[in-house]
């Protein structure tokens, strides 16, 4: 009976550390997020995105296709890459990280609605992520 008592104490005792032990962490696969590409099948020019989030906020907080028309998109896109440009012409005062490239946007070149529609949300989600502000008043706009 004595044998039978240490036995179950001993066998608690086992089963109180194996119930406490961790569990083992399997390795989640990260999900990268796709590049979103800008391009113009009838133009010969593209623009890839690579932020990440962009295309969260596209597809979340971004207003829908057709909210804004075109023209619309177009003169804000033309003052943001304005703004933009300067900026990324002047690393020393703006972060390189941030403004790497200069944007050809040229007023002259009809790009059509979708490419219109991403660039102007990629300049509001870049201005919130960044907390920066390319003017006309839209960075404290929820979109």
């Known amino acids: 009976m004595k044998l039978l008592k240490h036995f179950l104490i001993l066998f608690s005792i086992v089963m109180f550390f194996w119930a406490c032990g961790s569990t083992s962490v399997k390795n989640k696969s990260i999900e990268k997020e796709e590049p979103v ?3 113009n099948d009838s133009l010969e020019y593209q623009i890839i995105i690579i932020d990440l989030g962009f295309t969260s906020y596209l597809n979340s907080i971004a207003k829908p296709v057709g909210f804004y028309s075109q023209e619309y ?3 804000k896109n033309r003052f943001f890459v304005t703004t933009w440009n300067m900026r990324a012409q002047n690393p020393n005062r703006y972060n390189p990280n941030i403004y790497e490239n200069v944007i050809d946007y040229q007023p002259s070149i009809d790009y059509g609605y979708d490419v219109n529609y991403k660039l102007f949300n990629y300049f509001l989600f ?3 992520k960044y907390k920066m502000n390319l003017g006309n008043g839209l960075r404290n706009r929820i979109n």
């Open 73 to 75: 998109m177009e003169s």
């Open 37 to 39: 590409v800008i391009a």
């Open 126 to 128: 870049a201005q919130r």
